[in-house]
């Protein structure tokens, strides 16, 4: 885990989100924030994952090709400027297909299955009794997506963690073979709240499960999410003392209010009984208005202009597919096979 002063200007930066759903809260304090302060200073390339959405949405693609431009809206509604980072979408980036099929010959299926992400997915998912083949190899589809950069830094959330151990391995394996360092290897960018609980508090937060905060979410849509969030089950009356660990609108408060001198005073207060989950709820509601308030307008705006949004995808992945292609180039040269140059 880097701080953000840590990534020095020459670091390139990739990261990406599937095109499954809007994004969420939890994509904004996770990653989202990061890539806004990162752009500034450095290379920086974001690639919505529309082929790693399919991986588990095959015969219901339809869910990944209406969210491509909710993804790219919410970008630049957050403040991601595409002057200064590169928007493309995987699937127009042949080269990265391309990638992992020469990357999948050095990693085998015992690996794939042990990767503690696309095991708790497989779970999720019911995948148990037949994981796509495409669902069970993403890991190294995603070293591709990574590596196709040359990227040494990828702000993500904790659970993406053992997708880079995995590229790690690979661009280790790849060198080895070169005996040079044809490829670098990356590292993680935490955040300082790496994984938002879920609304309810109990699973992990999902566009797919509903207890999420979508970024567009409407004011009725935070009012309710707020009003049914997972609190102390035993704090019964307001004058009874309630535990601030664990108990989601806390956590939200930390991760999203401008003032936490206030939150860690009411939370001494909630602790020793006197402060009440209406109260905490009410004060957590308006401060998640303030925050996506001004995000739903932007999104909402830049949605009323598809044709832009296409564009100006289009002519980002043109740019990130030179890159992708010149690295595909040396990795192909590693296997001896760039016979017609
Ligand atoms: N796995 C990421 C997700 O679940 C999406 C993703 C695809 C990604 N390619 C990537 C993230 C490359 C970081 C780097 O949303």
Redesign the pocket.
């Known amino acids: 885990m880097i701080p953000n002063n840590l990534a020095n200007p020459q670091e390139v930066i990739?990261?990406?989100?599937?095109a499954t759903g809007p994004l969420h809260l939890g994509h904004y304090v996770g990653s989202l924030k990061q890539r806004v302060a990162l752009q500034k200073d450095h290379e920086q390339t974001i690639?919505v994952?529309d082929m790693?959405g399919l991986t588990d949405n095959a015969f219901n693609p339809a869910k990944v090709s209406s969210n491509i431009l909710n993804v790219v809206a919410d970008y630049l509604a957050v403040g991601i400027d595409p002057k200064q980072t590169t928007l493309c979408l995987?699937s127009q980036l042949p080269a990265l297909a391309e990638l992992t099929m020469y990357y999948s010959n050095l990693v085998s299926v015992a690996r794939l299955q042990r990767n503690p992400t696309v095991k708790a997915e497989v779970k999720d998912k019911n995948f148990e009794r037949g994981i796509p083949a495409g669902f069970l190899t993403?890991p190294i589809?995603?070293a591709a997506?990574?590596t196709g950069f040359n990227a040494t830094i990828?702000p993500?959330g904790e659970?993406?963690i053992p997708?880079l151990e995995q590229t790690n391995e690979i661009v280790r394996k790849i060198n080895a073979l070169a005996g040079g360092e044809i490829l670098k290897e990356c590292r993680p960018m935490l955040s300082k709240v790496p994984r938002l609980p879920s609304t309810d508090g109990k699973a992990k937060m999902s566009k797919s499960l509903g207890n999420a905060i979508n970024l567009g979410a409407s004011e009725q849509e935070i009012r309710v999410a707020v009003k049914s969030m997972y609190t102390d089950p035993s704090h019964l009356r307001v004058e009874d003392p309630g535990q601030t660990e664990g108990n989601v609108v806390f956590t939200y408060l930390e991760a999203f209010h401008p003032d936490q001198g206030y939150v860690d005073r009411l939370k001494v207060q909630y602790r020793q009984g006197g402060l009440g989950d209406g109260t905490t709820k009410t004060i957590l509601e308006e401060c998640l208005q303030e925050v996506l308030r001004p995000i739903r307008q932007k999104r909402a705006e830049f949605l009323d202009d598809k044709g832009q949004l296409i564009e100006l995808l289009k002519a980002g992945s043109d740019i990130a597919r030179e890159k992708t292609e010149q690295v595909m180039f040396d990795v192909r040269g590693v296997f001896g096979l760039n016979i017609f140059s």
């Open positions: 990739l990261t990406g989100d599937r690639l994952a790693q995987q993403y589809s995603q997506d990574i990828v993500v659970d993406q997708m």
